[in-house]
């Protein structure tokens, strides 16, 4: 650059910062920012927050009621930094002036939710009306090894129905299947969850929490859970730089079974964050305290990935699990003749044992399920807010039955199940003490049963289509009284294509009803039918909330349910292989309608804290599987037992639960749980497979103060179920060249036993700890009712794990 050019290039810059400077002295720098730091979540102000105005570096505090004031700011844009001890420092830009009172929001505890979740009283609940119960992080690492059927059986209310030692399922007040939604993120579970040997396609080591909402109140998924609700709750990831996780590995005697935990998660200040976790299980076969269990292995594999971005005001996440598992059925449950079959079930052990092995052989269940998750968030001003999920998953589930030649290793029943769920919820602002949630949801679902087994198909190929909408809406004049009601509409369409045999068809008496669902005649024999069903079912749920005096509150929740019969109940027709089960379903089931009425009383003070629940349940047009007036099916190569999905008039369940805590001293603490139920018809006839009495206690004992050592010595009582129906059957056979007949017992339930338990949880190192846990100490031999398997032998003896587990 020439001189010259210089010398006019410098004049001209100091000429505008002249008339920079002559504008900034004349401009009026008289404009004022009044705003108000409020928390996210609920709108309370937030005290001693600090604000800077970073182009100025005037800085100052909120007072108590979020306020503050900045005097002698010009017209522009600012840049406010916002900082607080138990918030994310967040900034935000602000154009001047502004003619009202500025809201800004900060989400309050973020640093803490890891404390949150683990304290009772930090928890949140699905509504202020809601009867709720749930398990901690630290609970459910309790059950590592074990499945989510057997964590959720430590709350009350909740029971385990069994197929075998390693197929668990929840059951909530008598209720478990489409009766009982299980929720993961959100968006429920699709894994023919209609089956009692068709264990939840979740690993428990995936969830940092688990929720169980008892009554009706959770209508936003779904209006047909006559049981409840059971949510898996994901942890929520803190906007800090971090990294963390868990390797954890134990050993069982129970099957010589061994399994490994990994578990590590990414967070970064700017909120992005992302993790892995994964499982493996692996156990060859259970045992009885008296002999093997044969064929009871089971191999389970998991994983999780996910990555998302957190900015407090939004959040998306992406997430993939999987789950696979492998699981034998006890062999002797599979017998040849209806003798064996009586003998089997007369018998004090299995007719037949086998060494012990780890090797899975038929029969056995295969579960592979994927699940692919896409969700947003966003938090809107006055604590409301809005989400959308979509959710993809696919579940195929193999059985395979004792066969022999080149169809051994081909599964007689093979169930690709594929669902697709979109979910949209809207919370509204909080005004006048009222607040309403609204949401839609829809869903398809694809289900093909493999006809290349050359066995029957149990489960025909069908398309579904549901769709729904609900309503909440919830006032809240007072911190000691709160009202919610609720309505939702679904609809359901079911389009399935099913072969009978004319025989059965005819038998059955549907040539009368349905002749018009016929497509064709194949092989002489057998009809190709088309059947679509529409089912319209409404739902309602209110429930009040009243605080009785500083630490007793009463809770009470209304619902009217209705549910559609389930593709299993409608068109079931064959061999349930895993169940060792002829099941047959009836095409002219119609809708079940229940109304749920709950009480409960929740007190807390001091040391003391209990929650007693009673509830009544009435059920109309109640569908149940239960053993059918033939017994056995003798039609086939081996005899089974024949049960039949049929439609009671009237159900009636009645019931209570009970949780109970007390902290003795800083050394000991107690809690127990105990549940009842009665299920019987409207002339009074018991139902099929109702749990009966059970109590469980723990007494924990930590011998120094703030030392990690922690003794726990638990008791289970599950007592005889008296109230059992009669199901009973007699079958002929050849004794000394006549004919005699036998009476065979299904239905007396096992007698009451009580099993000890006892483990001991402590740190090695920092980051290392080790627990060692003995369960049935006693090496009990009992049955359980619930057991579906329980007439060809008994449950599993006494069970010993050590566990390692070390937290970066």
Not at 345 to 354: A, H, K
Not at 467 to 476: K, L, M, R, S, T
Request: aromatic letters at 12%; a neutral charge.
């Amino acid at each position: 650059m020439s001189p010259f050019l210089f010398f006019v290039h410098k004049q001209f810059l100091l000429f505008s910062l002249f008339l920079y400077g002559l504008g900034l002295y004349g401009q009026s720098c008289e404009e004022q920012l009044f705003g108000v730091v409020l928390d996210l979540h609920d709108d309370s102000p937030l005290e001693q927050v600090k604000v800077t105005v970073v182009e100025t570096n005037q800085q100052l505090s909120t007072n108590a009621e979020g306020k503050f004031l900045f005097l002698g700011l010009c017209k522009g844009q600012y840049t406010l930094l916002f900082e607080h001890p138990d918030c994310v420092t967040v900034t935000q830009k602000q154009n001047l002036p502004v003619a009202s009172v500025k809201r800004f929001y900060l989400e309050h505890h973020i640093n803490e939710l890891e404390e949150i979740v683990v304290s009772e009283v930090g928890q949140k609940k699905n509504s202020k009306t809601s009867i709720e119960s749930r398990l901690s992080e630290e609970e459910i690492k309790r059950f590592r090894s074990q499945n989510l059927g057997d964590a959720m059986a430590a709350l009350s209310g909740v029971s385990s129905l069994k197929n075998g030692n390693a197929i668990v399922k929840p059951m909530v007040h008598g209720l478990t299947g489409s009766r009982l939604a299980i929720v993961n993120d959100g968006i429920r579970l699709q894994d023919h969850e209609w089956g009692a040997d068709h264990a939840p396609s979740i690993d428990v080591n995936g969830a940092d929490q688990l929720q169980l909402i008892k009554g009706a109140t959770a209508l936003k998924y779904g209006g047909d859970a006559l049981g409840g609700v059971l949510q898996i709750i994901p942890k929520k990831q803190p906007i800090k730089d971090s990294l963390t996780g868990a390797l954890t590995t134990g050993y069982t005697t129970q099957g010589e079974g061994g399994y490994f935990l990994a578990d590590l998660t990414k967070t970064s200040l700017n909120g992005n964050y992302f993790g892995l976790t994964t499982s493996l299980k692996n156990a060859g076969d259970f045992t009885h305290p008296n002999y093997a269990l044969s064929n009871t292995g089971n191999r389970e594999q998991h994983a999780q990935l996910f990555y998302g971005r957190n900015t407090i005001t939004q959040e998306w996440r992406v997430d993939y699990r999987f789950f696979q598992k492998e699981a034998g059925i006890l062999s002797s449950a599979h017998v040849g003749t209806v003798g064996d079959l009586a003998r089997a079930i007369e018998s004090d052990v299995p007719l037949s044992t086998l060494p012990w092995k780890r090797e899975i052989n038929n029969p056995k269940q295969s579960t592979t399920h994927h699940n692919l998750s896409l969700r947003l968030d966003r938090r809107l001003a006055n604590q409301a807010k809005w989400d959308l999920r979509y959710t993809y998953q696919a579940n195929n589930r193999k059985e395979f039955d004792l066969r022999r030649g080149e169809n051994k290793n081909r599964p007689a029943l093979d169930l690709l199940l594929q669902s697709h769920d979109l979910l949209f919820n809207y919370r509204s602002s909080s005004e006048k003490n009222l607040q309403w949630s609204t949401g839609l949801s829809a869903q398809l679902q694809d289900n093909y049963s493999d006809p290349s087994t050359g066995v029957r198909r149990l489960i025909p190929d069908y398309l579904r289509y549901k769709a729904g909408a609900y309503w909440v809406g919830e006032y809240i004049p007072s911190n000691d009284f709160s009202a919610e009601v609720g309505l939702r509409f679904d609809y359901d369409h079911i389009d399935a294509q099913k072969y009978y045999r004319i025989a059965v068809w005819n038998d059955r008496g549907y040539d009368a009803e349905f002749s018009s669902t016929i497509i064709r005649t194949t092989n002489a024999s057998n009809y190709l039918t088309r059947h679509r069903k529409n089912f319209g079912n409404f739902s309602a749920s209110t429930g009040l909330k009243q605080r009785l005096g500083n630490s007793t509150t009463a809770l009470f929740n209304l619902g009217f349910i209705s549910r559609s019969p389930n593709p299993a109940e409608l068109f079931s027709d064959g061999l349930h292989h895993a169940l060792a089960t002829i099941e047959l379903g009836d095409l002219r089931l119609t809708q079940e309608r229940a109304i749920k009425t709950l009480v409960s009383l929740e007190k807390s003070t001091g040391d003391l804290r209990y929650t007693l629940t009673l509830y009544n349940n009435r059920i109309n047009d109640y569908i149940i599987l239960q053993p059918g007036e033939a017994g056995f099916d003798q039609a086939r190569n081996s005899a089974f037992l024949v049960r039949e999905y049929v439609q009671l008039p009237q159900v009636n369940m009645q019931g209570f639960d009970l949780d109970l805590s007390y902290r003795f001293s800083a050394k000991f603490s107690y809690k127990g749980t105990a549940a009842w139920v009665s299920a019987k018809t409207k002339e009074g006839s018991p139902l099929i497979d109702i749990p009966p009495l059970n109590i469980q206690q723990q007494l924990a004992y930590s011998p120094i103060q703030n030392n990690p050592l922690r003794l726990v010595f638990q008791t289970a009582f599950v007592a005889e179920q008296t109230q059992v129906p009669d199901f009973n059957f007699n079958y002929n056979f050849f004794e000394n060249g006549t004919i005699a007949t036998r009476l065979v017992d299904i239905s007396s339930a096992p007698t009451s036993y009580h099993l000890f338990g006892l483990s001991v949880e402590t740190k090695l190192f920092q980051k290392l700890n080790l627990s060692l846990v003995g369960e049935n100490l006693f090496n009990v031999d009992y049955r359980n009712y619930l057991n579906r398997l329980r007439y060809f032998a008994g449950e599993t003896g006494r069970n010993i794990r050590i566990e390692l587990s070390y937290l970066f």
